[in-house]
């Protein structure tokens, strides 16, 4: 999902970045986020993520999905 911005999809990420058990899974979402981390839902989604992840990877992809954005 590299590169997806349309927000249409927004909602799946969010789910996927937040409740999926996989951390794979969630970095990807928290990568295909940034493009939207505009939207006051995504940010937030991600600073949860970077801030409380269980996997130090989900985390990094959170924080540079929000560096990205700034």
């Known amino acids: 999902l ?3 911005t349309d927000p249409r999809f927004q909602a799946a990420l969010l789910f996927r970045i937040q409740r999926d ?3 794979r899974v969630r970095e990807e979402a ?3 986020l940034g493009p939207l ?3 006051p839902a995504v940010k937030l989604a ?3 993520a970077a801030a ?10 959170a924080e540079r999905s929000l560096k ?3």
């Open 21 to 23: 058990p996989s951390a």
């Open 52 to 61: 409380g992840d269980a996997d130090e990877k989900v985390r990094r992809q």
């Open 2 to 4: 590299d590169k997806v």
């Open 37 to 39: 981390a505009g939207d």
């Open 68 to 70: 990205s954005r700034r």
């Open 46 to 48: 991600l600073e949860q």
């Open 30 to 32: 928290a990568e295909s």
